[in-house]
Each structure stands twice: as C-alpha cells, then as structure tokens.
C-alpha cells in the first residue's frame, strides 16, 4: 500500500470512525486469549498506527484495561473494539483489521503468539510466526 493512501474506518453501529493518513506499521495476528475474548474471534488480526496518527471522530473515549500493560477502547454504543496500546510496543495502536475499510488492501505479515493459537484452527500460510509476543519484529528490531 502507497505510504499517502488515506485509510478509513468505522465500528459497527458508525458512531466513531476514525481516519489514518500514513501505512501500518506492521500488520500481524494474534492467537493469544486475551485478543480472542476481546473480539470475540478464533484469531485477532491488527493493523498497527503511529497513535498519534490515528484520528477518531467522535473522540475514542477513556481506555479501559484488563491485562495489566493492555489498554483497550470499545464504541460506548455497539461494543465495537476499537484499538488497543500495550505498553511493551509504545507509542503504536492496534486497531483491528475488520474496521478498517480497506481491509482488503492489508494483509497481516505475521503470527503472533501462535503457541496459543486454538487446536482446530488451520491457518494455511508461509507467514512468520512468533510463539509469545513478537514484539522485537513488530517494532522492527
């Protein structure tokens, strides 16, 4: 993707959109429990902003954390998730892949957390993949 393509997304009810002007920096999945109850999927996949490149309209409100490390914000009317921070990866925000209108566009380049992922999911890829975090390749190290 052309790093001026704007992207644009929304929650499901469209009470908070949100626009990013720059690429992701990294676009991944994630097996771990704690995105699978968050979004309520087999897997989680994110692609992951600047955080202060990532424009909501109406404000994405106060984060709310259950993890210790993990913040993560939902639209107050639909329950959408949102975006999430986790404070071992600063500065980024993970907004989920499913939101994003381009989605199509953004393919996830990595597995993260795969020692989690469920038995009798079969994801038929080449893509890396990181048994815990993945946080040296996802902040490019």
């Known amino acids: 993707m052309p790093p ?3 992207l644009t997304g929304r929650c499901y009810c469209a009470a ?3 626009e990013m002007e720059n690429a992701p920096e990294t676009i991944a999945y994630c097996h771990c429990n704690d995105c699978r109850r968050w979004t309520g999927a087999p897997v989680a996949a994110f692609a992951s902003f600047f955080e202060a490149s990532v424009i909501f309209t109406p404000s994405h409100g106060s984060a709310r954390s259950f993890c210790p490390g993990v913040r993560r914000w939902t639209c107050p009317e639909c329950g959408s998730p949102l975006a999430a921070a986790f404070d071992y990866l600063p500065g980024q925000l993970y907004i989920p892949l499913g939101l994003i209108d381009q989605a199509a566009d953004l393919p996830p380049r990595l597995h ?3 020692d989690e992922q469920l038995p009798w999911l079969n994801v ?3 893509l890396p993949r990181v048994a815990k975090s993945g ?3 996802l902040l490019g190290k």
Do not use: E, G
């Open 4 to 6: 001026k393509t704007k």
């Open 16 to 18: 908070i959109s949100f």
């Open 112 to 114: 993260c957390h795969s």
């Open 124 to 126: 038929s890829d080449n």
């Open 135 to 137: 946080r040296a390749v």
